[in-house]
């Protein structure tokens, strides 16, 4: 599993361990563990080019520390300072010692020397800013991060990419100008190459396995590929003369970023939440974690692996019967949407209940049965319900859903359902002995309304975490937030970020499949939060095998391809 804590709780941490050992022996710590994690990517460290994008903090200090022992080991390191008077100042002594060359921002011609240096670079190291940055990366940063993104070199980012806020995984869109939305102005680095991006960020994160494990891209200098990660937030920066002694204030004209995009994401003590929650994690890349001796307290956010989810999965016992198993009430699909029931149904038969049972209109009770004749349709006993796939908003929807909610077992709510919820209000769960609610971001604000709470799509979007716990305290209910990445959230406090997952899976009837399993999962009797993390786990899983090589899927796809993610899971 792995666990997430915030700036709060790592600074707390931190500062307990600083207390009881020599002065920098915390950097020293992060330092090696960095150091050693380059010299593995590069395979070959004598000869290699190393270039540090220097801040004016500790993260900076990192950077230079490792750059010392890379330089020791014979890279030719190059430091570009962005705040060449506020630079780590042990950190700088000691990278000059070891030979390294100190490039301030405020020397003439630093931009250009500096873009050229990263376009010919085999390792960038992202030391910009750590856990104290806030908001977008300045200039001249944002322009050195769109080189180094342009460039073929890899990009490791130490601690986590700067200018994504590490409790949240917010990337600040870029600032307004008169320029800015101009998009580039010539400021190719030497050596670009563009192409799509190479296997790094692509490699087991949160699938299983330590991404050193798989290691993301050949080793040696000359790294192919690392580059031309093609969607860059494109937008020029205005020409302006530097002003004496601010590096920030040096500009370019260019492509800039507001955040680094990282091959590899080097962490110290702990993971943050921003490395497990897009945006933030997909600037990360593949994240590694190096231990330097924190004891933070209980995590703010965690995310499952194969090993977590394979202890939860259901194993039935050899005296279990189909009710024993449990059994799933299905209360999905219209004559308008009879497709929502049939999918449903199929990804709940792989869901481990010991049976479906389809309640609703004949005419899609007969589509069910036709598609899958394992399925018992109409009333009977149950030992979870999921409603809301296609239900329609309609009065038998909500005669359905009202039954449903007064039945004393636990309930799965989803899709309309959901908009019927939100008009009823958090009493209509009362009843319910452990709900499950899967909005998407639209079905989430109308959930927010429906607690007197106005905000958008776009806010939900960028604020996923605090939405979903936000809904899970207010409706006191399990909250999974479906998304690119999903969380989940449990009405006493407990959140989690799902690591698995597909932009494949962005496909019509999609969620269908994902209710199926997980109201199978709540039915086998986990709890809310356990049927939900299982469920985001396996349904991302199978979309990734269903989509293997890049080739598109359709939602029932998603569903055939459940029990191979569960082999996978098992085999953990
Ligand atoms: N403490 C420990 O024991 C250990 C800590 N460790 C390391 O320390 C890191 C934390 O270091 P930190 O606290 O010095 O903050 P850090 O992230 O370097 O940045 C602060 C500076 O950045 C600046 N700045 C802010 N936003 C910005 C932006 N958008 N764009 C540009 N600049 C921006 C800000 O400037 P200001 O806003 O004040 O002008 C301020 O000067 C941590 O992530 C880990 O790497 C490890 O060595 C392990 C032991
Ligand atoms: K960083």
Same mark, same amino acid.
């Given at each position: 599993?792995?666990?997430?804590?915030?700036?709060?709780?790592?600074?707390?941490?931190?500062?307990?361990?600083?207390?009881?050992?020599?002065?920098?022996?915390?950097?020293?710590?992060?330092?090696?563990?960095?150091?050693?994690?380059?010299?593995?990517?590069?395979?070959?460290?004598?000869?290699?080019?190393?270039?540090?994008?220097?801040?004016?903090?500790?993260?900076?200090?990192?950077?230079?520390?490792?750059?010392?022992?890379?330089?020791?080991?014979?890279?030719?390191?190059?430091?570009?300072?962005?705040?060449?008077?506020?630079?780590?100042?042990?950190?700088?002594?000691?990278?000059?010692?070891?030979?390294?060359?100190?490039?301030?921002?405020?020397?003439?011609?630093?931009?250009?020397?500096?873009?050229?240096?990263?376009?010919?670079?085999?390792?960038?190291?992202? =030391?910009?800013? %750590?856990?104290?940055?806030?908001?977008?990366? @300045? !200039?001249?940063?944002?322009? $050195?991060?769109a *080189? /180094? &993104? #342009?460039?073929?070199?890899?990009?490791?980012?130490?601690?986590?990419?700067?200018?994504?806020?590490?409790?949240?995984?917010?990337?600040?869109?870029p600032?307004?100008?008169?320029?800015r939305a101009a998009g580039p102005a010539?400021?190719?680095?030497?050596?670009?190459?563009?192409?799509?991006?190479?296997?790094?960020?692509?490699?087991?994160? =949160?699938?299983? %396995?330590?991404?050193?494990?798989?290691?993301? @891209? !050949?080793?040696?200098?000359? $790294?192919?590929? *690392? /580059? &031309? #990660?093609g969607d860059l937030t494109a937008h020029g920066?205005?020409?302006?003369?530097?002003?004496?002694?601010?590096?920030?204030?040096?500009?370019?004209?260019g492509m800039a970023l507001?955040?680094?995009?990282?091959?590899?994401?080097?962490?110290?003590?702990?993971?943050?939440?921003?490395?497990?929650?897009?945006?933030?994690?997909?600037?990360? =890349?593949?994240?590694?974690?190096?231990?330097?001796?924190?004891?933070? !307290?209980?995590?703010?956010?965690?995310?499952?692996?194969? &090993?977590?989810?394979?202890?939860?999965?259901?194993?039935?016992?050899?005296?279990?019967?189909?009710?024993?198993?449990?059994?799933?009430?299905?209360?999905?699909?219209?004559?308008?949407?009879?497709?929502?029931?049939?999918?449903?149904?199929?990804?709940?038969?792989?869901?481990?209940?010991?049976?479906?049972?389809?309640?609703?209109?004949?005419?899609?009770?007969?589509?069910?049965?036709?598609?899958?004749?394992?399925?018992?349709?109409?009333?009977?006993?149950?030992?979870?319900? &999921?409603?809301?796939?296609?239900?329609?908003?309609?009065?038998?929807?909500?005669?359905?859903?009202?039954?449903?909610?007064?039945?004393?077992?636990?309930?799965?709510?989803?899709?309309?359902?959901?908009?019927?919820?939100?008009?009823?209000?958090?009493?209509?769960?009362?009843?319910?002995?452990?709900?499950?609610?899967?909005?998407?971001?639209?079905?989430?604000?109308?959930?927010?309304?429906?607690?007197?709470?106005?905000?958008?799509?776009?806010?939900?979007?960028?604020?996923?975490?605090?939405?979903?716990?936000?809904?899970?305290?207010?409706?006191?209910?399990?909250?999974?937030?479906?998304?690119?990445?999903?969380?989940?959230?449990?009405?006493?406090?407990?959140?989690?970020?799902?690591?698995?997952?597909?932009?494949?899976?962005?496909?019509?009837?999609?969620?269908?499949?994902?209710?199926?399993?997980?109201?199978?999962?709540?039915?086998?009797?986990?709890?809310?939060?356990?049927?939900?993390?299982?469920?985001?786990?396996?349904?991302?899983?199978?979309?990734?095998?269903?989509?293997?090589?890049?080739?598109?899927?359709?939602?029932?796809?998603?569903?055939?391809?459940?029990?191979?993610?569960?082999?996978?899971?098992?085999?953990?």
């Amino acid at each position: 599993m792995r666990e997430a804590h915030s700036v709060e709780q790592v600074r707390a941490a931190e500062a307990a361990l600083m207390a009881v050992l020599p002065g920098g022996a915390l950097m020293q710590r992060a330092a090696a563990g960095l150091a050693a994690t380059c010299a593995g990517l590069l395979g070959r460290v004598p000869g290699s080019r190393v270039v540090l994008l220097v801040g004016s903090g500790d993260n900076g200090g990192d950077a230079l520390f490792a750059g010392e022992r890379l330089a020791r080991r014979g890279s030719r390191v190059d430091a570009l300072l962005l705040a060449p008077k506020r630079a780590h100042t042990a950190g700088l002594a000691a990278l000059r010692a070891a030979g390294g060359r100190i490039h301030p921002a405020d020397a003439p011609g630093f931009l250009a020397d500096a873009q050229a240096l990263v376009g010919g670079a085999d390792l960038v190291l992202d =030391g910009i800013v %750590g856990i104290g940055g806030r908001g977008a990366l @300045r !200039p001249p940063a944002d322009v $050195l991060a769109a *080189a /180094a &993104a #342009r460039s073929r070199a890899l990009v490791v980012a130490v601690d986590l990419p700067s200018g994504i806020d590490a409790d949240t995984g917010a990337v600040a869109a870029p600032p307004p100008g008169p320029d800015r939305a101009a998009g580039p102005a010539g400021l190719d680095a030497p050596g670009a190459a563009p192409g799509p991006v190479a296997g790094a960020a692509e490699a087991v994160e =949160g699938v299983g %396995g330590a991404w050193h494990e798989a290691p993301p @891209r !050949p080793a040696g200098p000359g $790294l192919p590929g *690392a /580059a &031309a #990660r093609g969607d860059l937030t494109a937008h020029g920066t205005a020409a302006q003369a530097p002003a004496e002694g601010d590096a920030h204030a040096v500009f370019g004209t260019g492509m800039a970023l507001t955040a680094v995009r990282a091959d590899v994401t080097v962490t110290f003590g702990t993971y943050k939440p921003g490395l497990l929650v897009d945006p933030g994690a997909e600037y990360a =890349g593949v994240v590694e974690l190096v231990g330097i001796g924190l004891t933070p !307290p209980a995590p703010v956010l965690r995310a499952a692996q194969h &090993a977590d989810v394979a202890r939860l999965l259901p194993v039935p016992a050899r005296e279990s019967d189909k009710y024993a198993r449990g059994v799933l009430g299905l209360v999905a699909g219209s004559e308008r949407y009879p497709g929502a029931a049939v999918l449903a149904t199929g990804a709940a038969l792989r869901g481990g209940a010991g049976a479906v049972r389809y309640v609703g209109p004949r005419p899609v009770g007969d589509a069910v049965l036709a598609a899958h004749p394992e399925v018992l349709v109409g009333d009977g006993r149950v030992q979870a319900y &999921a409603v809301g796939a296609g239900l329609d908003t309609g009065s038998e929807a909500r005669a359905r859903l009202a039954t449903v909610l007064d039945a004393g077992v636990p309930v799965l709510v989803d899709a309309d359902g959901l908009t019927l919820l939100a008009e009823l209000g958090k009493s209509a769960l009362a009843r319910v002995p452990g709900a499950l609610l899967t909005p998407h971001a639209g079905e989430a604000v109308r959930l927010l309304a429906g607690l007197g709470l106005a905000t958008t799509r776009a806010d939900v979007e960028a604020e996923r975490l605090a939405t979903a716990a936000e809904l899970a305290a207010g409706y006191g209910a399990t909250v999974l937030l479906k998304g690119s990445t999903t969380v989940i959230a449990d009405p006493y406090g407990e959140t989690w970020a799902n690591p698995t997952g597909t932009p494949y899976l962005a496909t019509a009837g999609s969620g269908d499949v994902l209710t199926g399993l997980a109201g199978a999962l709540l039915a086998t009797g986990l709890r809310p939060v356990d049927a939900a993390v299982c469920a985001a786990y396996l349904h991302g899983l199978a979309g990734r095998l269903a989509s293997a090589d890049g080739v598109p899927c359709a939602a029932s796809d998603v569903a055939a391809a459940a029990p191979r993610a569960w082999a996978e899971v098992r085999r953990a």
